[in-house]
C-alpha cells in the first residue's frame, strides 16, 4: 500500500502547524520539515535555522497530521478486509511511501492511531498486520524497486484523473467535479467525507439537486449529502464510515421551513455531531416543536420561582404568590408533557401485535433505569394487561419504596389502573433472584420472564448457569453532547418479539445462547437528547409537588 506524502503536506496546515518556512518550497521538501519537526530537536530549510523553540511549538500538531492518517488507514484496511472471502483472508498490509520514512511519526500512525481504530471500530479486522517495506527490504533492491515502482504508478493514476477529469467536467469547476468524483468512485473510508452525512430519498434529477442546495445552504461545508432510494442503504453508506446520519423524511421541505425550525434544526445537529455511526431521522415530529418548546419555558419558569423562594429576603407574601404561580404552572406542565407524548408516540411507541406476540402468558420486568430512559415505559402495561401478562415495575434506585414508586408511576403520566402493576424491590438481589422471585410469584417458568434493563445495570458475572435465567434486553446507550443517553424507545415491543420467538427485530443483537440480548434501535429521531431531557425534567417537577 502506496502511502502519497501529498496527504501529509496537505493536512499539516489544518492541524496549525507552521508550514511558513517551506510555504514556496515542493511536497518532497514540506514532508522532510514535517518529519524533521518530530524527529529532529532543531534543523535547517536551506540556510534558515528551525529552532527548538519552533520545533516543541509544532510537534503535536505535526503527530496530529500521522494520527489523522493513521484513522484513513485502518478504515481502507477495514474496507478491503471485506472485498477478500474467508478462505482467502487479508493478513498483512506492506506500507510504502517517504512519509512512513520517519520512525516517530510513523509510530504515531500505526500505533498511536490506525491500530487503535482497527481494535475499537473494525475488531474483525484488527488481526491484519501493518508492516513497513523499507524494514522488509533490508537492502533489498528488488523490494526497494517494487516500493518505488508502486509509487511511481500513484503518481501516473493521479495524473490519468487530472485528464478524466477535464475531460468530463465542462463548465464545472475542478473542485466540484473532484468532489463528485471522489463521493461517486472511491470506495468506503477513503474520501475526505464530512463529520456529518445527510441522506435524502431521490425523487427526480431536477428536485434532488434544488434539496441538495437546500441543506448545503442550511449546513454549508459541514456535511456529505447523498441521494438514496431507502434508509436501509443510507444506514449501510453511512455506518461504513462510522458517520452521524441523518435521514431526512420524504414529508420534510427543506427549501420551505421557517427560519426559526432551521435555527432548531442546527441546534440538534451540533449535539449529535460527534455521535458517530449513529442513523438519526428527521421527519414532522422532530420539526414541529412548539409544544416540548413551550413545555421547557415553563419548566424553566418555575426553575426560576424555586430559586426565587429560597432567598433569604423574601417576603411571606412573595414566597405564597410564587408557590401559587408554580400550582398554576404545574397544571399546565401535566398538560403538555401528555400532549407531547401523543405528539410523539408514532415514532417512539410502535403498537404492539397482541395477538401475535402476547399470545402465551409471560412476565415483564422493567427497571427504574429503563423507565427513566423510556417516555413510554408505563404506557404499554395496560395494552397487555388481561391477556395473562404480569408487568413488573422494579425499583430500588433513587425510588425506595412501593408509595414512592407509585408516585413516580402516576407522575410519568400513567392514567391506568395502578392495581394491574406488580411491584419489586431489587435491593440486595441478583438477576438470577429477580427472575426466580418474579416467576415464583405469578407461578410462570423462569423463561416466560423477560426484563429489560440499562446495560450493565445487573452484574451477570456470578450466574451460575451457562445461560442466563429468563430473557434480558439490555439497552445501549449512546453519547450525544457528552451525555450518556439510553435509548430506551420501542424497547418494550422489542422484549416481547424476543420473547415471542422473533429474532429477526431490528435494533436487537442476538443473545440466544446466552439469554441476554443488546438493543440499540437503528434509527434515533434527531432531538432524542432534547425530547428526552424535556420529559425527565417534566416527570422531576410532578413528583416534586405530588
Known amino acids: 500500500m502506496y502511502l502519497s506524502q501529498q496527504g501529509i503536506s496537505r493536512r499539516a496546515a489544518f492541524h496549525g502547524v507552521d508550514m511558513s518556512p517551506v510555504a514556496n518550497e515542493g511536497r518532497a521538501v514540506q514532508l522532510e520539515f514535517i518529519r524533521n519537526l518530530i524527529d529532529k530537536d532543531h534543523f535547517k530549510v536551506g540556510d534558515t535555522e528551525i529552532t527548538s523553540e519552533f520545533v516543541i511549538a509544532n510537534r503535536a500538531n505535526a503527530i496530529k497530521v500521522y494520527q489523522e492518517l493513521g484513522l484513513y488507514l485502518a478504515t481502507l484496511i477495514a474496507v478491503l478486509d471485506d472485498c477478500y472471502d474467508d478462505e482467502n483472508r487479508l493478513d498483512s498490509v506492506i506500507l510504502t511511501g517517504r512519509c512512513v520514512e520517519t520512525e516517530a511519526g510513523t509510530q504515531a500512525m500505526i500505533e498511536g492511531s490506525a491500530r487503535k481504530v482497527l481494535n475499537k471500530w473494525y475488531p474483525e479486522s484488527s488481526r491484519i498486520g501493518m508492516h513497513l517495506a523499507s524494514d522488509l527490504a533490508q537492502g533489498n533492491r528488488t523490494i526497494n524497486a517494487f516500493a518505488q515502482a508502486l509509487g511511481a504508478a500513484y503518481l501516473g493514476n493521479q495524473a490519468l484523473r487530472e485528464r478524466h477529469l477535464a475531460a468530463v467536467t465542462g463548465q464545472a469547476t475542478r473542485q466540484e467535479a473532484a468532489a463528485e468524483y471522489?463521493?461517486?468512485?472511491?470506495?468506503?473510508?477513503?474520501?475526505?467525507?464530512?463529520?456529518?452525512?445527510?441522506?435524502?430519498?431521490?425523487?427526480s434529477a431536477e428536485e434532488d439537486a434544488k434539496n441538495i442546495a437546500a441543506v448545503k445552504e442550511l449546513l454549508g461545508d459541514t456535511a456529505t449529502v447523498k441521494i438514496v432510494s431507502d434508509a436501509g442503504s443510507f444506514e449501510q453508506y453511512a455506518k461504513a464510515r462510522t458517520l452521524t446520519g441523518i435521514m431526512i423524511d420524504p414529508s420534510i421541505n427543506m427549501r420551505a421551513m421557517p427560519a426559526e425550525e432551521k435555527e432548531a434544526l442546527l441546534r440538534d445537529i451540533n449535539l449529535i455531531r460527534d455521535t458517530k455511526g449513529v442513523i438519526f431521522t428527521l421527519n414532522e415530529i422532530s420539526v414541529k416543536t412548539k409544544t416540548r418548546d413551550e413545555l421547557v419555558g415553563i419548566l424553566k419558569a418555575i426553575a426560576a420561582n424555586l430559586e426565587r423562594m429560597k432567598a433569604e429576603n423574601i417576603d411571606e407574601a412573595m414566597k405564597l404568590a410564587l408557590q401559587k404561580e408554580n400550582s398554576n404552572y404545574l397544571a399546565k406542565v401535566r398538560a403538555l408533557a401528555d400532549q407531547r407524548k401523543a405528539e410523539i408516540a408514532p415514532v417512539y411507541n410502535e403498537g404492539i401485535d397482541t395477538v401475535r406476540y402476547c399470545a402465551a402468558p409471560r412476565a415483564i420486568g422493567t427497571t427504574e433505569g429503563t423507565a427513566k430512559h423510556d417516555q413510554f415505559a408505563f404506557d404499554n402495561f395496560d395494552?397487555?394487561?388481561?391477556?395473562?401478562?404480569?408487568?413488573?415495575?422494579?425499583?430500588?434506585?433513587?425510588?425506595?419504596?412501593?408509595?414512592?414508586?407509585?408516585?413516580?408511576?402516576?407522575?410519568?403520566?400513567?392514567?391506568?389502573?395502578?392495581?394491574?402493576?406488580?411491584f419489586i424491590d431489587k435491593t440486595g438481589l441478583t438477576y438470577e433472584q429477580l427472575v426466580a422471585r418474579i416467576a415464583a410469584e405469578t407461578g410462570l417458568r423462569a423463561e416466560d420472564v423477560g426484563i429489560r434493563a440499562l446495560e450493565g445495570e445487573f452484574d451477570l458475572s456470578q450466574i451460575s448457569t451457562e445461560k442466563i435465567p429468563g430473557?434480558?434486553?439490555?439497552?445501549?446507550?449512546?453519547?450525544?453532547?457528552?451525555?450518556?443517553?439510553?435509548?430506551?424507545?420501542?424497547?418494550?415491543?422489542?422484549l416481547l418479539k424476543v420473547m415471542a420467538g422473533d429474532l429477526d427485530v431490528p435494533g436487537v443483537l442476538d443473545g440466544t445462547l446466552k439469554g441476554a440480548f443488546k438493543y440499540l434501535p437503528r434509527t434515533l429521531p434527531i432531538d432524542y437528547g432534547r425530547e428526552l431531557e424535556a420529559y425527565q425534567n417534566a416527570v422531576a417537577q410532578l413528583l416534586s409537588a405530588a
Open 182 to 203: 471522489d463521493v461517486k468512485s472511491f470506495p468506503a473510508g477513503t474520501g475526505d467525507y464530512k463529520e456529518v452525512v445527510v441522506g435524502i430519498p431521490g425523487v
Open 383 to 422: 395494552t397487555t394487561a388481561g391477556k395473562g401478562f404480569f408487568n413488573y415495575f422494579i425499583f430500588g434506585d433513587t425510588v425506595k419504596t412501593r408509595d414512592e414508586a407509585v408516585r413516580y408511576i402516576q407522575a410519568c403520566g400513567y392514567k391506568g389502573d395502578i392495581n394491574r402493576i406488580k
Open 471 to 494: 430473557t434480558l434486553l439490555e439497552i445501549s446507550s449512546v453519547t450525544i453532547n457528552g451525555h450518556k443517553i439510553y435509548a430506551a424507545m420501542n424497547s418494550y415491543q422489542a
